[in-house]
């Protein structure tokens, strides 16, 4: 067990209107990371976070913004939710610092934007 | 920059048979390599990774992948498929730089049928 809370799980809203997915670790881990995954994309990195206030964008970051204002907690921010965003996003995290360390996965969340 | 190949989006095998899935990755420093199981509605799993110890890695569940730097490879395989390996199998790549991310395949779909 990674220690990795994503909530919510499950949400459907409408175009336009904003979104914050949370992701919370148990273990005050450094590295977290946001990814987006979808149908014939595999996964996708969003924003990825290496400290508190400390993040940077990934592949895919358009459209979204992040926060890591405690050690604990990655919020992803859709300001205005657009139907290509709807996915299932994961958040993960990465206990030590090299390029040999894995990173682990939250259990994700689905998003429908209608 | 580095990238992973996975070829075969979908593998399918008989219960008892051989599983391969194969993984090519491109990278200009020595890689770290790493594989992932995703079950259905849940989050990726750490399968094995490659850090250059051994290239034979031994992972979870069975699972076994060969480094071949020669060929660029690192292709997973189990001798004996069961019906509990249906699932989606991640391929990643440790990216360079010191950025700590990882580069992902985009995942071959696993069945087994009885």
């Known amino acids: 067990d990674a220690g990795i809370t994503q909530s919510p799980r499950h949400k459907v809203t409408e175009t336009g209107t904003p979104v914050t997915l949370r992701c919370h670790q148990t273990?005050?881990?450094?590295?977290m990371y946001w990814y987006r995954q979808d149908p014939g994309h595999g996964l996708r990195l969003i924003h990825y976070s290496y400290g508190v206030k400390d993040t940077d964008k990934g592949e895919v970051s358009d459209g979204y913004s992040v926060s890591r204002s405690k050690t604990e907690d990655f919020l992803l921010t859709l300001e205005s939710a657009t139907s290509s965003q709807t996915s299932v996003y994961f958040c993960?995290?990465?206990?030590?610092?090299?390029?040999?360390?894995?990173?682990?996965f939250g259990d994700g969340t689905r998003l429908s934007i209608l | 920059a580095q990238s992973v190949t996975q070829l075969g989006s979908h593998v399918s095998v008989s219960e008892g048979a051989l599983v391969l899935l194969r993984c090519n990755y491109s990278?200009?420093?020595?890689?770290?390599l790493f594989w992932y199981v995703q079950y259905p509605n849940q989050g990726l799993q750490l399968l094995l990774k490659?850090?250059?110890?051994?290239?034979l890695v031994k992972g979870i569940n069975g699972f076994e992948a060969e480094f071949k730097k020669s060929e660029t490879s690192f292709h997973l395989t189990k001798p004996s498929a069961h019906m509990s390996d249906a699932a989606e199998y991640f391929c990643a790549v440790s990216a360079e730089g010191g950025s700590e991310k990882l580069v992902f395949g985009k995942g071959t779909k696993l069945t087994v049928n009885p």
């Open positions: 273990e005050n881990h450094r590295y």
């Open positions: 990278s200009s420093v020595p890689p770290y």
């Open positions: 490659y850090t250059s110890a051994a290239t």
């Open positions: 993960a995290i990465k206990r030590d610092r090299g390029r040999g360390q894995p990173q682990h």
